[in-house]
Structure formats: C-alpha cells, structure tokens
C-alpha cells in the first residue's frame, strides 16, 4: 500500500472528506480551523497535514509554527533572583521557532487523529515527521527561519501513542510530564444545579452560597454574535487582563478572536458577560464538543474579581451549563488547578513528547522544559460527601 502526506497551508484547501474523519472532535474540525486561522495570536502560522493510504485520507494532523520567544513570555512577577537566572537561561536556550504538533491555544490532544483501520498507528507517525521534516525546510527556503524544537503536545497516559517508543527514540523526542488537564464529570443525578449543591459536604456548600451571595447585583447573561461584535475591544481588555497576570504565556489573541469563533462555530461556541449595572466586567467561553463541555479563555475586571468572587461563580456556572443541557464531562483544562478542584474537577496527568534541534541541548531538554513548565504545588481538593 502507498501510504503518503500533503501539507495543506490553508484552511480553506482542505480536502472534501477531512471532517467526516474526525467528526469526534471539534477542534479538528474544517470550521474551528478556519476561525482559528482568521484570528490568530501574531506568533503561530498554521498548516495541516492529510495522510493518505493510496489517495484515501485515512490521518490528520494540525501543526502550529510558534514564534516563541520566552524572555517575553515569562510575565512581570515577582520572582527570585535565581529564578529570574534560571528563566534568561530558558529564553536563550528555546527562543525562536517551534513546530507543534497540535493546537497550543487550547490544553488537551488536539492535534493528531488516523483510522486504525486503514493504516497503523506507527506508519501514521512516520508519515506526519516525514511531513514536519518538509515544513521545516520549507520555512527555511522561504522565510530563512530555522526550527529550533518540535514538540507532540498534550497526551493523556493511556494515549496510545506512548506505545511508539521506538517512533520516538529513533526521533530523540522525549517525554515529558506537563500539568494535569483538570475534567469534571457530571453525575446522571444531578440534575439541575440543586442536586450539585446537595452532593457536596457542608464545608463547600457554605462556599457556594457564600460565593453566589458575594455576585450582589451582578448579573450573567449569554452575549449573541451582535453584542460580542459591539464588544470586542471590551471583551479583549478584559481578557488581557488576566492572560497578563499569568506567570507564563506563549501568546495572545487577537480582538476578533471570540467574534470569529462565534462566527463559524455559532451554537457550539458560548459566550456569557456578567454585568453589573449594564457594564461588563466580567466574561467566560465555552466550547461544545462533542460530549465534552470544553471551557475556553475568560476575563474579569480586578475591582470585581475579589469583592465578587467572580472566578469560582464562573467555575459554578459553568457547572450549571453542564448540567442543564446536559454533557457528561467538563474540560477546565489545566490553570488555577486548586480552585478548578474545589468545585469538583480532578486532575488527569498529561505528557509531550519533545525535541530539541541542538544535539546538546536536546540531551539536556528534559531539565530545561521543567524550568519552563515549573511543577506547581497545591492541594487537591474533595468537596463532595463519600
């Protein structure tokens, strides 16, 4: 059998076919892509590589070229000073170009998907390096840009591809354990927000009454196409003011970014805005995905955050969501992973296999990518009764 890759470097060229493979996921979906291209954080160029097993599209995979460059990126915290030592050392070293194999705005496997049935999971992985191999000189001819590190990105451990040893040692990708994904699931008797609340213990009961007290007058609303269009800028300001809070970050978005999936995803896209006397302050998104509610980015004014507790009655309502509609799962992904437990989500253990174009600094890649995705220590929490 003829098993080959195209490198498709638009959304709008990918083949007739491609959703109906990967219908399981809307993150690999035609339309997600498109929105995803449209408003693009500045730093990442997208391709997309289709693997075929003689002319029939039997794989995918998204590939994300990212301009990263971390001295930028380590947000003005305070830190030590040997911190501060150890983060020049990590810029320097990882500055420049990095091929993803994945989608980097959004915490979970997102990037690769192949029909066991028409090829195997080893032939796939071939086919998608021998294809990254390509991008890599491509973006070298034509942008005199050198690829510095290759990264798979973000795979549960019964993944099946951690299978592929010898695929990824004859590649020197290693494996490295990154930050949980935190996933909530809903129980079938909770059926409205109510039945939750019972389930808890008394401790975090007390808490979410305490929290829907403190919301006072504010109220949350759903935002259609229209208003997040009219709101935009509000929406973006407030969204960068919790993405520059952030010790770490690989990019921003754009202002058109929440318009623009709202635009191709319509209902699978949510936007709500909490209000306080008709000014908003407050804002969280989500992604309908399948049977996962998949929680997205979201921004809050500081004068509000604490006196409200605006972030835990997102945490709640997007619980109510889940459960009103209803979805079995809720993706909280993997920031704030100690309050994201207080409400009920647990912590699913993740890796990235990754690889550094430096013979040296490959073999030592492993302690570098800890300086650079530090292990946080907190304390998971168990708020409902046994």
Known sequence: MNKTSHIYYSANKLPKGWDALVNHDIFLQVDYLKALEEASPDNIQHFYIGVYNNNLLVGIAIIQRVQLYLKDMFRKTQVSCLKEFFQDIVSKILK??????????????????FNKENISQSAYLECVFNALETIKKD?????????????????????????????????????????????????????????????????????YKRAKKKLGVITCHELDLETIKSNSNKLHNLYLNVSNNAKFNTFLLPENHFYSLKLYLKENFKVFGYYLNNRLVGFFTLIVNNKNLETYFLGYDNEHQHSNQ??????????????????????????AMEIKSSVGAKPEAMAVYIKHTNGFINAILKQVFGLMNPKQDWEERHPFKE
């Open 96 to 113: 420049g170009n990095i091929l993803v194999v994945g989608n980097l705005t959004h915490t979970g496997q997102h990037g690769v998907f």
């Open 139 to 207: 973006i070298k001819e034509k942008q005199n840009k050198k690829i510095r590190a290759i990264m798979f990105k973000d795979y549960f451990l019964d993944d099946t591809i951690h299978a592929e040893t010898s695929f990824f040692n004859s590649h020197k990708l290693h494996k490295v354990s990154v930050q949980p994904n935190m996933i909530m699931k809903i129980r079938p008797e909770w059926q409205v927000i109510d039945d939750y609340m019972a389930s808890m213990t008394k401790k975090y009961r007390t808490r």
């Open 310 to 335: 605006l972030y835990l009655n997102m945490l709640y309502d997007m619980v109510k969501y889940g459960i009103d509609n209803p979805l079995p799962y809720i993706v909280y992904a993997r920031t």
